[in-house]
């Protein structure tokens, strides 16, 4: 079995802590809206913050791990999905209805930090207000913008075009603060340092940073209208492979375990081994590109690390292609399944991975010799983005981001899909909170997806012929129920991505929301750069293997 918590809940736990939720919540409960995977408890706009500290402080409710926002023909509404970094398994949804003229709630931010940038995103795309906010202002899209994308009045078809003038300040290359000790500098939005068009912008005392506030969006698309414009069966998976497109086969299963809960499907257990299998290699493709660019940003090693972890991503892309028929948009997910089996011959696709497999601790070994033994990497990363595992977790942090923090979280055990409650695997944490921690999790996370990763070629190679199957019967269009409502989630390379979905009774999403972690790990990187040098900002953004595809969706 795989690594596994001291103290698990049982069933008849779960029960109770239900009703301790229900006893806690009575005097606040307007209405009940249960969702497939949690209880959701309908409150007043002005009861936000004493509800949630309610389930932060005495119910253990300590992750916000989401915020859905929706109109509706009569109301606006904010969903907070809850959970437990110490129990994945216990979930709750606090659903907050607004006014259908000019809607309005309370903010969560002083409760769960992470709830200011998604209530800044919930304005920008759908348009509630919430009070209280620090900084109710747009996030994802320009501020001269007009209307929300996501409201149902917004014209699709009108053109917008926001001028350089509108917007100049945010390029000037040196402006003067109020303080005339600080300088206010603008690094990116085009520097290969921010690892894609993210703009940030630096307040500096001499070479220390005052202040960092990330300005995102540059890549926004609005995947999530497009995903509620596609279909279930077959043309909402294919988008999940352009979020987080470094490591993009885990994407895939976020998509198809929310539509598969939500309409009922089944999935063959043959299909779950060959789904673990290949997303496990999907990891290592993100995690061998964080590592290459890493060196780039704290000591600009091109000729040595980068190109080993260029090779070492080559390699997986060859196991991959093999396997799906493409090198980077994988699309090898199905709902109800994958698209196809091992090729054939099977034996030489095993003999192709086990190689591999078999080289993964001398290469590892390389690493540590190029990087984590060297000085000067040392140097750069020991001591400095610093991320307390309290902070982390009031920010949303997840994946090697949190677990290099100490915050025991992988989804992949406490809240099991697939195969990996069948395998033999740990989950890998380092209690130093930085830089060099986060880089020891993903180096030591490629071995542990190794061990997974040979524990299905040895369960692919001996199953049942007659029993190798790939896909269930699933209808030729798929229409879940109408009114139903779900938040699934899956553990990518760089963390929790979470998709929630409300069905209307057709074949389409009614709503469409993405949990990316990139945007909650890169929200939180004011703390971990405050008073530190300014090549220190450079490295701590490295650290966290955001990917802007992910971030801005």
């Excluded at 988008?239 to 063959?268: K, S």
Aim: glycine content about 6%; charged content about 30%.
């Amino acid at each position: 079995m795989s690594s596994q918590r001291p103290t698990q809940t049982t069933e008849d736990e779960t029960v109770a802590s239900s009703d301790d939720v229900d006893a806690l919540l009575e005097q606040y409960t307007v209405g009940r809206d249960d969702h497939v995977n949690a209880p959701a408890y309908v409150v007043r706009a002005d009861d936000v913050q004493e509800v949630l500290f309610k389930l932060r402080d005495e119910a253990g409710f300590d992750h916000l791990s989401c915020l859905s926002a929706q109109e509706y023909e009569d109301r606006y509404e904010s969903i907070y999905h809850l959970t437990s970094y110490d129990d994945r398994r216990r979930e709750v949804s606090i659903v907050v209805p607004a006014a259908k003229d000019g809607p309005r709630s309370q903010t969560a931010s002083p409760v769960f930090e992470t709830a200011n940038w998604h209530e800044r995103e919930a304005y920008d795309l759908v348009g509630i207000e919430y009070d209280g906010h620090p900084d109710m202002r747009r996030i994802l899209l320009p501020d001269t913008w007009t209307g929300h994308p996501l409201s149902l009045d917004y014209d699709q078809d009108r053109p917008q075009v926001v001028s350089l003038r509108e917007n100049a300040s945010l390029f000037q290359s040196e402006t003067q603060t109020e303080d005339d000790d600080t300088l206010f500098i603008n690094v990116g939005p085009h520097h290969p340092a921010t690892h894609g068009v993210l703009h940030l912008k630096t307040v500096l005392d001499g070479e220390q940073v005052v202040d960092v506030e990330p300005d995102i969006g540059y890549l926004h698309r609005c995947e999530e209208q497009m995903a509620q414009q596609g279909t279930y069966r077959h043309q909402i998976i294919p988008y999940a492979d352009r979020w987080d497109y470094t490591a993009n086969m885990p994407n895939e299963w976020a998509v198809a375990r929310a539509i598969e809960d939500l309409a009922d499907v089944e999935v063959p257990e043959y299909a779950q081994l060959l789904r673990t299998m290949s997303v496990e290699l999907g990891r290592m493709l993100g995690h061998f590109l964080a590592l290459g660019t890493f060196a780039l940003d704290v000591y600009g090693d091109f000729t040595a690390i980068f190109q080993y972890a260029m090779r070492d991503r080559e390699k997986v892309q060859n196991i991959l292609e093999d396997l799906t028929g493409q090198r980077m948009m994988f699309y090898y997910f199905r709902i109800g399944g994958v698209v196809w089996d091992i090729p054939e011959p099977r034996q030489e696709f095993f003999e192709k991975i086990r190689d591999f497999m078999d080289d993964i601790p001398p290469t590892l070994e390389e690493y540590h010799d190029l990087m984590t033994n060297n000085e000067i990497f040392q140097k750069r990363t020991v001591g400095t983005g610093v991320l307390p595992s309290d902070v982390a977790k009031d920010y949303g942090v997840t994946g090697p981001v949190a677990r290099g923090s100490g915050v025991d979280y992988d989804l992949r055990r406490d809240d099991p899909y697939g195969y990996y409650d069948e395998l033999d695997w740990d989950v890998v944490t380092e209690d130093t909170c930085d830089n060099f921690a986060r880089v020891l999790v993903r180096m030591r996370e490629v071995e542990e997806s190794a061990k997974i990763i040979e524990q299905c070629v040895d369960l692919l190679e001996d199953w049942p012929e007659e029993e190798r199957n790939i896909q269930s019967n699933v209808p030729r269009t798929l229409r879940p129920e109408a009114d139903r409502e779900i938040y699934r989630a899956v553990e990518i390379a760089k963390g929790e991505l979470g998709v929630y979905i409300r069905s209307d009774g057709t074949d389409k999403p009614d709503r469409f929301k993405i949990r990316s972690p990139c945007f909650h790990n890169l929200s939180a990187l004011p703390e971990m750069s405050n008073g530190e040098y300014l090549p220190d900002l450079v490295a701590t953004l490295g650290s966290l293997d955001i990917v802007l595809g992910s971030v801005d969706r």
